[in-house]
Every structure is written in C-alpha cells, then in structure tokens.
C-alpha cells in the first residue's frame, strides 16, 4: 500500500470520527435547548433560541468548506510520515478529550458564547472524569484536535481551528462566571485543587515560578520538529505564514501560562518605559554604527511604503511584543518568584540566546545572550516590558532598514572585515556602556519599582 493511500485513508478515517463527535456535540445542543433554564450571565437570548444555531453552524461550516485548501507543505517521505503519525496521534486524542468530557457532563452540557453562559435548573457541579484534572477539558481537547489536523490533513481549515482557541478561552471565562455565582465556595474550592488547562505534572503542589518554567518548557516542544521538518523545507509565503503562526502560539502560550501572576507583575504596565526608550536609542545608535563600521559596505534594502509598514508592524507587533512578553515577562517573572533576580536575569538571558542559537546559529545566539542581559536588567530596573518591546522591536527595525536581509547572512556567516575602525569603537563602547549604566549608576538616583515588588 502507497503512502499517498495510507495518508488518505487514515484522513477519511479521521474526519468520519471528526464528524461523529460533531454529530454528538449539536445533539447534545438540542437537548439543552429543551431543558429549563438557570442561572445565567452576560448575553444570553441567543443561546435559547434553534435558529441561532442553525445560522452560525451554516455560516461556520461554510466558512470552513471554502477554506479548505492544502497548505503547500514540501515534505519528503520520511517527513510525512512522522507529519502523519504526530497528527493521528494528537487529533485523536483531541477528539477523545472533547467526547470523554461531553459524556462526562451528561444532560448538564450546553452551549456558550464570548458574550455570555447559562446552567439548567438543579444544575449539578461535575468534577469528575476528565474534569478532575482540568477545568476546560473539552476546549483543550478542541485546540488539540486542531493542532493535529494542520499535520494531518494540512489544509487551512485546521489553522482556523487552531486560530480560535482566544474565542474560546473567552467562553471559558463566562462559564467560569455563572459557575461562580451559582456554587460559590464549592466552586472556589474546586478551582484550588484543579488547574484551568493544564494538568499538575504532580501530586504535590509546585512553586509557581517552576510550574510556570515546565509549562513553558512543555510549550516549546513543538518547536523541535518544526526546526527539524517545517523550516528547511519552507520558504517565501510559506515561511513567513509559519513564522506568524510561530510567534501568534508563543504569544498565546505566555498569556496562558503567565495567568497565574496579574498583567502588572507580567511587566505589562507603564513602569520604566522612559528608561527602556532612552535605553533603546543607545542600543539602536550603538548597533547601527557597528554594522555601518563593517564592509562590504551594504547599501540599505529598498522598500516600499507598503513593505515599511509591514516591517514595523512585525518587529514591534510580534518580535518585540512575544519576544519579550516570553522571556522578560514570563520567564523573568517565574525565575525571580522562585530563586531570585540573579536566576531571573541570567536564565531569561541564557533562554533568549537559546531561542536565537536554533534558528540563527551560535554567533547570534551569543550576541542576543548579551543583548539578553541588558533587556533583563532593564527589567529589573524598569520594572515594566513596555519600554522593552519598544526598544527591541526599534532595535530590529533599524537594522533591517540598514543592511538587506542577503548581506546581514553574510555578517554571520562570513568574517567580517573593518573598515571605519572608529566608528566600530565608539558603537562598542557605546554598547558596554548601557549594561554598566543600568548595573552601576542607575540605581543610585533611581527607585525601581522591582525591588520593592513582593515575591512568591
């Protein structure tokens, strides 16, 4: 049997189950539709009536009709193969996790919006079955089911399932509101012992600092065979598809994990952020005039009003944005709550060069893990990430305005030769300077509000 043949059988055989989970899923709808209403919050006139649901299953499954397209993966066998299996495997145990916990909550399911959640009369608390180990276990089994079938089925319609797993988070929030209000301290206790998405990887209760480093450990597995199968295959739209769709996941990922701190203890508030942009203009002038130091001298790639503004929508938008939510944000954060700054500022840098290492080589590597430092200390001085996104998605911005994406290859991978020896000094200096200054001085003038932030 050909593996063009497996592929699709196995495809047939998995959108059949697809189908049949579906199938049960609008039934159990009906059901509901049937039972007295409860308790409820925010919007939610819609979700009583058939042909709300008949509206949006046509437009939402007509959507997903039109856009199934294959995506153009380039993959030699060996590669779908392991695209095959990975696929079946975690698609069919999305669709296991939805169906286990549709049957777990028996007549008690019902539908929800981003706008609003509603009980049944007599509605009951289930903490059972997969609801015993997280709280949303069919929304997770949801996202799982489409992350598999963009291996699987590898069309665009599993990007759009995967795409909607914000939409469904939100959901997650109303239902989490009217359960509140309807069981109150049964409720709150049960939110204590059970975590909203992920399951504990033990009994025992971990420090929140070095559950949150597993969990972004575990979020960085599908990154290995995507530097190992995706990225030396893709190239042109493909690439920068993946490379949006990579940053969008890490970004959604952060926020996930990073749920157990506030927003503010994230580093998201308006602390520091002149520091972070008087910074930000030393690094970037620092940079520039290595790079301009160095020959070849490389002339300024030319871009178009349009290409300008989608740079800077992608290096201040994604690349500043995720880069720093996930390391300066979350990292940070979950290092200095359980050991401390020094672990913070070191380990977030030594992450930062890590992520670079595999996808630009170890001399960039090396460099972000000195540009790491200086973003961590601007941290912990700081106190805020908003003047760091601001400075490193400029940083990234000056240089490609500076030199083409061609000729800063060849920076790193060919030795470079110097020809304004000046020009190079004075940005070096420049560049050592912002490190020693937020180390050294800065703190004697300055109340940073990290010092004073309380820990655990």
């Excluded at 059949?16 to 039972?35: E, F, N, P, W």
């Excluded at 959640?117 to 949303?136: D, K, M, N, W």
């Excluded at 969990?215 to 493909?238: D, H, K, M, Q, V």
């Excluded at 020959?295 to 995720?322: C, E, H, K």
């Amino acid at each position: 049997m050909t593996l063009t043949l497996i592929e699709q059988l196995m495809r047939w055989i998995a959108g059949a189950a697809g189908l049949a989970v579906l199938a049960i899923i609008l039934a159990s709808l009906g059901r509901g539709l049937r039972q007295p209403a409860g308790r409820r919050v925010g919007r939610t006139a819609w979700l009583r009536s058939p042909a709300f649901y008949m509206i949006i299953s046509l437009l939402y499954f007509g959507f997903c009709a039109l856009i199934w397209r294959p995506i153009g993966f380039r993959l030699d066998q060996p590669a779908r193969i392991a695209f095959l299996a990975a696929g079946a495997a975690i698609f069919s145990s999305g669709l296991g996790l939805i169906l286990w916990g549709r049957l777990t909550l028996g007549h008690y399911y019902f539908g929800s919006t981003t706008q609003g959640a509603q009980l049944f009369e007599r509605h009951r608390l289930i903490t059972s079955g997969p609801f015993s180990r997280v709280r949303h276990p069919m929304y997770l089994g949801y996202l799982l089911a489409g992350l598999g079938g963009i291996l699987l089925f590898q069309n665009w319609t599993m990007v759009f399932f995967s795409l909607q797993f914000p939409a469904l988070m939100r959901r997650a929030r109303q239902e989490e509101r009217v359960l509140a209000a309807e069981f109150g301290e049964e409720w709150q206790n049960y939110c204590q012992r059970v975590p909203a998405w992920l399951p504990r990887l033990c009994k025992h209760r971990l420090h929140p600092g070095l559950a949150a480093l597993l969990e972004t450990g575990l979020l960085f597995l599908p990154a290995i065979p995507a530097y190992l199968l995706f990225w030396p295959r893709a190239s042109g739209n493909l690439a920068q598809a993946g490379e949006i769709l990579s940053y969008v996941y890490f970004a959604l990922g952060a926020l996930l994990i990073g749920r157990r701190w506030s927003i503010d203890r994230l580093g998201i508030n308006r602390r520091g952020i002149w520091l972070g942009l008087i910074c930000g203009f030393f690094l970037v002038l620092a940079r520039s005039l290595v790079i301009l130091g160095v020959v070849p001298a490389f002339a300024p790639p030319s871009l178009t009003i349009s290409d300008l503004v989608t740079q800077i929508a992608f290096y201040f938008g994604l690349v500043g944005l995720v880069e720093e939510l996930l390391f300066r944000g979350l990292v940070y954060r979950a290092l200095e709550d359980w050991l401390g700054a020094r672990w913070a500022i070191w380990g977030s840098s030594l992450a930062f060069g890590l992520w670079h290492v595999f996808g630009q080589g170890l001399a960039v590597g090396a460099a972000t893990f000195f540009y790491g430092l200086i973003f961590a200390l601007m941290r912990r001085r700081a106190g805020g990430i908003i003047g760091l996104i601001i400075a490193h998605g400029w940083m990234d911005l000056a240089t490609v305005l500076i030199i083409s994406p061609q000729s800063l290859q060849s920076l790193t991978t060919n030795r470079p030769e110097i020809a304004h020896p000046m020009w190079v000094f004075i940005g070096m200096l420049l560049l050592v300077q912002v490190p020693v200054y937020l180390w050294k001085i800065h703190p004697l003038w300055a109340d940073f509000p990290s010092q004073s932030a309380p820990r655990g």
